[in-house]
Nanobody, 115 residues
């Protein structure tokens, strides 16, 4: 069955780091068009980072330099390295494949940045 499963969230202090993982089923994974989104309480879901053709990476402007998206095609995995975390990064983080009519999302992983 097609699925996406996120993991790696947790409670971290401001300035700390976390690495999120997303395990994708083979029929969903693609080295490009994989993305991380996040949704904070009371806010709309927003794009955090995505992969593009040719090995490119795009990031939300406010996150450039702190977050890094990567993939491991051999394992069908997508990662999000998050450094220098801020309280405003607190949200549920989701991975998905863009431009896919199946519109499949994982259950999300909670990231809480608090002292």
């Amino acid at each position: 069955q097609e699925h996406l499963v996120e993991s790696g969230g947790g409670l971290v202090q401001p300035g700390g780091s976390l690495r999120l993982s997303c395990a994708a089923s083979k029929m969903i994974f693609s080295p490009h068009d994989m993305a991380w989104y996040r949704q904070a309480p009371g806010k709309q879901r927003e794009l955090v980072a995505r992969t593009t053709r040719g090995g490119g990476r795009n990031y939300a402007d406010s996150l450039k330099g702190r977050f890094t998206i990567s993939t491991d095609a051999a394992k069908n995995m997508v990662y999000l390295q998050m450094n220098d975390l801020k309280t405003e990064d607190t949200a549920v983080y989701y991975c998905t494949r863009l431009r896919d009519p199946r519109n499949i999302w994982g259950q999300g992983t909670q990231v809480t940045v608090s002292s």
